[in-house]
């Protein structure tokens, strides 16, 4: 009798190992899943800040060779230096200049009033689409330049100054030119 208990304690005994040594090695199995989920999603979020740090590097250098290149524009005999980020807002200028004139050209011929763009008061405003990155008084200067073109293609019904594609106005490219000088140096 006491043999078989021996036996019986040495089988329980070798069960409860392979039970343990079971739920050990499934442990094992789900540790190594979870860490390589874990290693997934280390290299997922890796990828991702060296894609972010890399366009925030592309952005820099854009930024840098932005700021590099200087413009001047001539105002009256005068010249005034600038960057690309001015000079594309004095271009706004003029451009808005001319669509707003356009509009209150041909508004003034409708209500048939005298030709008079300086009785507008966007006009005498000239701070339409301003932003505060360039003098005002340069902003207001190159909006006014372009309203008097838009206002005189406005009110003649014809497009001297500009062009209309597809219901855009722009002003000519040339008459923008001979407006702003701009020169890159």
Request: net charge positive; aromatic share 12%.
């Amino acid at each position: 009798m006491r043999l078989f208990n021996l036996k019986s304690l040495i089988g329980v005994s070798a069960l409860g190992l392979a039970l343990f040594a079971g739920v050990s090695d499934a442990s094992a199995q789900s540790w190594g899943r979870n860490n390589q989920q874990a290693v997934k999603q280390y290299q997922k979020a890796e990828k991702q800040r060296l894609k972010l740090e890399q366009e925030r590097l592309r952005l820099e250098r854009q930024r840098l060779h932005t700021a590099q290149v200087r413009y001047r524009v001539n105002r009256n005999g005068s010249w005034y230096n600038t960057d690309q980020r001015g000079a594309n807002l004095l271009r706004q200028a003029v451009q808005e200049g001319y669509r707003q004139g356009l509009q209150a050209g041909r508004s003034d011929r409708n209500r048939r009033a005298g030709l008079n763009w300086g009785g507008s008061s966007i006009y005498r405003s000239g701070s339409y689409g301003y932003q505060s990155y360039v003098e005002r008084s340069q902003y207001q200067y190159y909006f006014r330049q372009g309203f008097e073109r838009g206002y005189q293609d406005g009110y003649n019904s014809r497009y001297q100054y500009g062009t209309n594609n597809n219901g855009v106005a722009n002003i000519l490219g040339s008459i923008l030119g001979s407006i702003l000088n701009v020169q890159r140096y």
